[in-house]
């Protein structure tokens, strides 16, 4: 359920929207109130004129909120977030009044949108929290390639894993971590489900997904997860062969070490 939007919201100041990606969930239980503008996404008025948008995959948005304000909601949801990241990914954009036929966005990057409804503001709060995740699961995959690079080099130029059994499987764990983090974190692809019941707000969410790019850095992200997973199930591999090959070697030992044995017992037993 969303809130309609009132009597003297189509002409409002322009204002700031930025999204704080907090954690790997938030908890939501016990956040809902009777005034709030929606259920899923929450999302609750602050003060007179702001909003918040929470997102259970770690997201917050804080529409319209001067620093104080946005501290404040923050702080009230620190408790709830699980998986806190030490690093918090953060996006932000400006909201201005269009009365044109069609919403746009400037080349400056100002969303110009016709009215502040709450209905226009959760879709700009959705793309902004899905922005956000994106570029912490980016900067997530890049560190696990920038770890993987130079193992991929020793191996391309010496033949061989670099370090020990121990060190490939850390960083099979970092590798396979980062693609559950990411791959289970935020369905980028799909639509909010406001839009069923706003079809003609279908335009504005096409345009702002275009202005962030998220179906194509979505796909380029599960490209490069794919890729660090067939890296995983390669250094898997590596890690059986050598065990493989060292259980064969001291095969191979033991054998060698029972002939000798039994041909030093039958030399002996002819020397008597």
């Known amino acids: 359920m969303v809130e309609t939007a009132t009597e003297g919201e189509a ?8 999204a704080v990606l907090l954690g790997e969930r938030i908890d939501t239980a016990g956040l809902e109130r009777r005034d709030a503008l929606s259920t899923m996404p929450l999302a609750f008025r602050v003060g007179e004129q702001g909003v918040a948008v929470v997102f259970r995959y770690g997201a917050v948005v804080l529409i319209g909120l ?3 304000a946005e501290d404040e909601v923050l702080r009230g949801i620190a408790p709830r977030v699980i998986g806190p990241f030490p690093v918090r990914e953060e996006e932000a954009v400006r909201l201005a009044p269009w009365d044109g036929r069609e919403e746009r966005i400037d080349p400056d990057g100002v969303v110009c949108i016709a009215d502040r409804s709450p209905a226009r503001l959760l879709i700009v709060a959705d793309v902004l929290a899905k922005s956000a ?23 391309a130029t010496r033949g061989q894993a670099p370090g020990g059994r121990r060190a490939m499987i850390r960083m099979i764990g970092s590798a396979l971590l980062v693609e559950h983090r990411v791959s289970g974190r935020v369905a980028v692809g799909e639509k909010p489900d406001l839009l069923w019941d706003r079809p003609d707000l279908e335009r504005l969410y096409a345009r702002l997904e275009t202005e962030y790019e998220l179906d194509e850095r979505a796909e380029v ?6 890729l660090i997973g067939q890296t995983a199930r ?8 050598e065990r493989s090959l ?16 039994t041909l030093f017992q039958i030399a002996r037993g002819w020397g008597h």
Do not use: C, Y
Not at 133 to 155: I, K, M, T, Y
Not at 221 to 226: D, E, F, I, M, T
Not at 246 to 259: C, F, P, Y
């Open 133 to 155: 995740a994106l570029a912490h699961d980016e900067r997530q995959v890049s560190g696990v390639f920038d770890a993987l690079e130079p193992w991929s080099l020793h191996l």
């Open 11 to 18: 002409d409002f100041a322009p204002l700031t929207v930025r």
């Open 234 to 241: 390669l250094m898997t591999d590596l890690i059986d062969t």
């Open 66 to 68: 001067d620093p104080l």
């Open 221 to 226: 992200l599960n490209r490069k997860l794919g």
């Open 246 to 261: 060292r259980l064969e070697a001291a095969i191979v030992i033991l054998i060698v070490a029972e002939i000798a044995l």
